[in-house]
């Protein structure tokens, strides 16, 4: 089973990141879980071009259309989520590859809902399948913890690594009863 994580920050020390880290360490055996590194690198969309024709945007979308489910982590920007994710995700509107996709949300805030709400709107637009009771915060907005700070912290690695290897289980069992 494959696993996205998409981190909606390019910050060097962006906390969504870390928590995309943190997913990608704890995830169960039997997980390959991939970090997204195409974000800030895709060009505008514009539905006259061709993904094909962009060797980072066919790497893009063949990494979503590849995986059994995706893990979001994003900042909110003056009550938005960023325009890197936002441009990430309108690539993929013409292809199959978000379709069906099951996706659970990461949150290094637990005040950035408006940017959260709206971007799960435009995701199951999409078709994507929202995992909403494996939804995690941990409220780190303002600190400037290290990745191997977080790691120290049980509490943390618990919830996502549960939340984790539950998203796995439903994957496993919803594309069983799909089969
Ligand atoms: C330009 C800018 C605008 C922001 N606007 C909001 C906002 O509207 N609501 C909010 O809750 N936080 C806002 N924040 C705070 C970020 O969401 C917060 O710093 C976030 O944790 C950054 O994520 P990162 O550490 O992954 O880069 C803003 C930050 C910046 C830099």
Avoid at 81 to 107: C, E, I, R
Wanted: charged share 25%; hydrophobic share 40%.
């Amino acid at each position: 089973m494959r696993i996205v994580g998409i981190s909606g920050s390019l910050r060097a020390e962006s906390n969504n990141s870390k928590l995309i880290e943190i997913a990608k360490i704890c995830s169960p055996a039997g997980v390959e879980f991939l970090i997204a590194d195409q974000l800030g690198k895709l060009p505008h969309f514009n539905p006259d071009l061709d993904i094909e024709d962009f060797e980072v945007v066919f790497q893009w979308v063949d990494l979503i259309r590849g995986s059994d489910g995706l893990v979001i982590s994003s900042p909110e920007y003056a009550r938005g989520y960023p325009g890197t994710l936002k441009n990430a995700f309108d690539w993929l509107v013409q292809t199959d590859a978000h379709v069906a996709k099951p996706f659970m949300m990461l949150s290094a805030s637990a005040r950035s809902t408006i940017a959260k709400d709206s971007l799960i709107v435009v995701l199951e637009t999409m078709s994507g399948i929202y995992k909403k009771h494996l939804d995690v915060t941990i409220p780190i907005l303002g600190t400037s913890l290290s990745l191997k700070q977080l790691l120290e912290t049980d509490e943390i690695i618990d919830k996502i690594g549960d939340s984790i290897t539950d998203f796995s289980k439903e994957i496993k069992r919803d594309e069983g009863e799909n089969i």
